[in-house]
C-alpha cells in the first residue's frame, strides 16, 4: 500500500474514532443531562417556601428577600456557571426581581445555595402596586436557569413557573365581635378592637381613616394610628349619631370599613385603598316592640330580640311616660340576661299609677358589657 493510501486510511480511521468519541460524549452528555433532570422528572431544584424567606429592609426602602434554594446533580458531569434569575409577577406585573450566579454545581452532589431577590417600596408605588404590602396575592414565580455542562460543550437555557401566594408584611384586622359604645354629649363612640400585625424589619408608621357603611347607609368614620414593626393592637373610634346606631342595634349584615391608609416606610410614603369586610352581629336584632293602654287604667308591654352576639349580656329595659314632653314620674324597668344567639320575648301587664294621663313613651335598652344604649320613642 502506497504512502498516500497509508495516510488516507489513518485520517479516516481518526476520523471515525473522533465521530465515535463526539457522539459517545455526547450521548453520555445527554444521559448525564437526564439524570441531573432528576431522571426526567424535572428541575432538580427545591422552590422555597414563603416561610424560609427572610426579608429585611435597608436604605432607600429597598426590600431584600433571602432564601435557600437546594440543587441536585445527579449526573456524571458538573454542571459550570449556574445561573438562577427570578421574578415574582402578579398578573402581569413584576414586581420583584433577583440574579443570582451560583458557581458549579460537582457532579453526584446536592448543594444548598442562598439567593437574593429584590425590590423598593418607591418601585412598588410607582407601579400602583401597594397592595403587595398588605394583601395576600396569587403570584407567579419564574424561575430561568442557565449554565454549561459536559466540559461546557452543552450549554442551556431553561425556563419554569410556579405559582405561589404571597404574604404581606402588613395584616390589619378588626374585631367587630368585642365592640363597646360610649357616649360623649350627642355622640355615641364605636369603639373596635384593632390588630395590626407587621414584619419585625418593617421601620414606619401608618394613619387610617376609615368610614363605616352597613347595609347601604354610612354609620360613621373614625382615625387610627400605628407603628410598624411587630405586632399592635389599639381601639379605632368610629364617631357616630343616634340614628345610625339604631341601625347597628338591630340589624345584623356585612360592615364595610372603607379605610384610607397612609403609611411611611422606609422615608417614602405609600397611599393605600382598600375595604376591610366584617360580619356584624346585632345585639338587638329584629327588634319588636309594643307599649299600649288598655282597659283599666292598665299598660301591655310586648318586645322581643334576638341576640345575635356570640356572648351573653344583661339588657336592662326601662320604658318612661310622658304628656307630651313632661315627665308622668312613671317607669317600668325590667333586667334581662340573654344569651348569644337566644330569642329573647317579654309580655306582661302594668298598672298605671301616675296621677297625670300620659300620651307618649321613651323605651331606652342599655347593655352592661357591650355600652349599647338604643331609644325609641311611640305615641300612646
Known amino acids: 500500500m502506497s504512502t498516500g493510501k497509508k495516510v488516507l486510511v489513518t485520517f479516516k480511521i481518526c476520523l471515525v474514532a473522533a465521530s465515535l468519541f463526539v457522539t459517545s460524549a455526547l450521548a ?65 406585573t413584576e414586581i420583584f426581581t433577583g440574579k443570582n450566579p451560583l458557581g458549579d454545581i460537582p457532579a453526584h452532589h446536592t448543594v444548598t445555595r442562598t439567593i437574593v431577590f429584590q425590590t423598593s417600596i418607591q418601585h412598588l408605588v410607582s407601579l400602583g402596586m401597594q397592595k403587595v404590602l398588605f394583601e395576600d396575592l396569587n403570584t407567579t414565580l419564574r424561575l430561568e436557569v442557565r449554565a454549561r455542562y459536559v466540559f461546557s460543550w452543552i450549554g442551556f437555557s431553561l425556563a419554569f413557573f410556579t405559582e405561589k401566594t404571597w404574604k404581606p408584611p402588613v395584616k390589619v384586622s378588626a374585631d367587630t365581635g368585642n365592640t363597646t359604645f360610649t357616649r360623649s354629649n350627642a355622640e355615641i363612640i364605636m369603639g373596635v378592637p384593632v390588630t395590626v400585625e407587621t414584619a419585625g424589619w418593617l421601620e414606619g408608621n401608618a394613619t387610617a381613616e376609615t368610614t363605616i357603611q352597613f347595609n347601604g347607609q354610612t354609620l360613621g368614620n373614625g382615625t387610627y394610628e400605628t407603628p410598624f414593626g411587630g405586632k399592635h393592637t389599639g381601639t379605632m373610634n368610629i364617631t357616630m349619631t343616634e340614628n345610625t346606631m339604631d341601625v347597628l ?35 338587638l336584632r329584629d327588634l319588636s316592640t309594643s307599649v299600649y293602654k288598655q282597659a283599666g287604667d292598665t299598660i301591655q308591654v310586648e318586645y322581643s330580640f334576638t341576640n345575635d352576639r356570640d356572648t351573653g349580656d344583661l339588657y336592662n329595659i326601662t320604658i318612661a311616660f310622658f304628656n307630651n314632653t ?28 301616675a296621677s297625670q294621663p300620659a300620651n307618649r313613651y321613651v323605651l331606652t335598652v342599655e347593655t352592661d358589657e357591650m355600652g349599647l344604649v338604643y331609644v325609641e320613642e311611640g305615641a300612646l
Request: glycine share 8%; aromatic share 16%.
Open 28 to 92: 453520555v452528555g445527554v444521559y448525564s443531562a437526564y439524570l441531573f433532570f432528576d431522571n426526567g422528572e424535572g428541575l432538580p431544584i427545591e422552590i422555597p417556601e414563603p416561610d424560609q424567606v427572610t426579608m429585611t429592609m435597608k436604605s432607600g426602602g429597598v426590600l431584600m428577600f433571602t432564601a435557600p434554594l437546594t440543587i441536585k446533580n445527579n449526573g456524571i458531569y458538573p454542571v459550570e456557571d449556574l445561573n438562577i434569575d427570578l421574578h415574582l409577577f402578579y398578573n402581569e
Open 249 to 283: 342595634a338591630t340589624q345584623s349584615g356585612t360592615m364595610d370599613l372603607k379605610t384610607d391608609i397612609t403609611a411611611f416606610i422606609g422615608g417614602q410614603r405609600v397611599d393605600y385603598s382598600t375595604t376591610y369586610q366584617e360580619e356584624w352581629h346585632a345585639p
Open 326 to 353: 313632661t315627665p308622668t314620674g312613671y317607669t317600668i324597668e325590667n333586667q334581662h340576661y340573654v344569651s348569644p344567639g337566644e330569642y329573647y320575648y317579654f309580655s306582661n301587664n302594668y298598672p298605671y299609677t
